[in-house]
């Protein structure tokens, strides 16, 4: 095949990657595709100086030192994309002067020279380093995808292909033989190139998709985490009229036959704590009474916070004589509590009402029933212990009048 042809066929290949590099900058903003747009744009211009090259003798020295810049920035690229790829790498100015090198063999190198293919000993074999550097640089990834591979196996075979025109430009030097087969070489780099071109893309897609999927995951657990702020109580981890309302709507959606009991609960005398001793002291009671509530109905039931010290349960497939059972010895574990800010132990005491539900849509009315249960019962609590008050004076009364 003429090489000029084959010239034409490669820089075809080559013009069209660059055109898809070109088109994902535009939607993608990572810094390996930045590297790898600017890299095979440089490739390009450098195959367009060669062919320029072949037809122009006069401008030939200057046209072959284009060519070569443009190869090895294609090469310095090429390595510093794979390298960012594992994270926030990129180039600075000290790593740039790294190229300095290889800007000093593009410019003497057609000098040293007088034929182009004398040259290709050297040039071929500072390609196989770039080649064999990005290969390196790719391999220690932790990625392992489908692009990964294809990527891997070009660079691989890249370097491997650019060591024997090496050793076979520099062997022809020494001793001149047949290298007819290389006249096909511009085919192999075209395939070779397109196919690290090809892997080049399908990694930044599945570094996009991946990073897609990480940020999905990220919004998941925010949302996670936003939905157990706003469906949980932050005082006492109990669940909050949000929700309660979600539970409803799920239940009633689900169209599944729910029954049960609601247990309304209230704490007797906590505003009078929070006057006495504060309002941390009542926060410290309120996480208590949750605490023992929790302890003594099933681990499937639900403990909501209603507002204050008010709280309901749920208790599915239990009814209310039972529930109220369960809850005789509330009381007594509410009994000498400690409390940080009340000097001497207190007893916290605890009114509630239970009533049952049929169904999911019963729901709200058992727990009014329930709330209108606890308030009565409340104030037989509270009309017990004001007579209990009034009868111990009286009876002081009636002790001290017969000693007397």
């Not at 507002?307 to 529930?323: L, Q, T």
């Amino acid at each position: 095949m003429d090489s000029k042809i084959g010239l034409i066929i490669q820089l075809n290949g080559v013009f069209v990657v660059t055109v898809m590099c070109l088109l994902l900058n535009r939607s993608l903003r990572l810094t390996a595709l930045r590297y790898w747009t600017i890299a095979w744009l440089s490739l390009s211009f450098a195959l367009i100086c060669l062919r320029l090259g072949f037809e122009y003798d006069v401008f030939s020295s200057m046209l072959f030192t284009y060519y070569y810049l443009g190869e090895y920035i294609f090469g310095f690229l090429l390595f510093a994309g794979t390298r960012s790829l594992g994270g926030g790498w990129e180039l600075r100015p000290r790593t740039e002067l790294y190229f300095i090198p290889f800007l000093v063999i593009a410019v003497i190198l057609p000098t040293l020279v007088g034929d182009f293919n004398d040259a290709a000993g050297i040039h071929t074999l500072v390609m196989s380093g770039f080649y064999a550097a990005s290969f390196h640089s790719i391999h220690r990834s932790a990625d392992r995808t489908f692009g990964w591979k294809v990527l891997h196996v070009a660079l691989a075979v890249l370097s491997v292909v650019n060591l024997s025109y090496s050793v076979i430009f520099t062997a022809n030097l020494l001793v001149s033989f047949e290298t007819g087969f290389l006249s096909y070489h511009s085919v192999v780099d075209l395939v070779l190139k397109s196919t690290l071109g090809i892997g080049m893309v399908i990694v930044l897609l599945e570094k996009v998709l991946s990073d897609a999927k990480s940020a999905h995951e990220r919004l998941e657990t925010a949302n996670r985490r936003l939905e157990e702020l706003v469906h949980t109580d932050p005082l006492t981890a109990a669940f909050s009229r949000h929700a309660f309302y979600g539970f409803v709507k799920k239940h009633g959606d689900e169209n599944t036959e729910t029954s049960g009991c609601v247990g309304f609960f209230d704490i007797d005398d906590l505003k009078w704590i929070n006057d006495r001793y504060g309002h941390n002291a009542g926060d410290v009671v309120i996480r208590w009474v949750v605490k023992v509530i929790r302890d003594t109905i099933r681990a499937e039931d639900l403990i909501f916070r209603w507002g204050g010290d008010e709280f309901f349960v749920i208790m599915i497939s239990m009814d209310s004589e039972m529930a109220i059972m369960r809850m005789t010895t509330l009381e007594a574990q509410l009994t000498g509590l400690s409390v940080d800010g009340i000097p001497d132990p207190i007893d916290v005491g605890v009114s509630w009402g239970f009533t049952d539900f049929a169904d999911i849509t019963a729901l709200e009315d058992a727990i009014n029933r329930a709330d209108a249960a606890m308030y009565s019962r409340k104030l037989e609590r509270k009309r017990r212990k004001n007579e209990s008050q009034a009868f111990v004076p009286s009876l002081g009364e009636v002790s001290g009048g017969l000693i007397a």
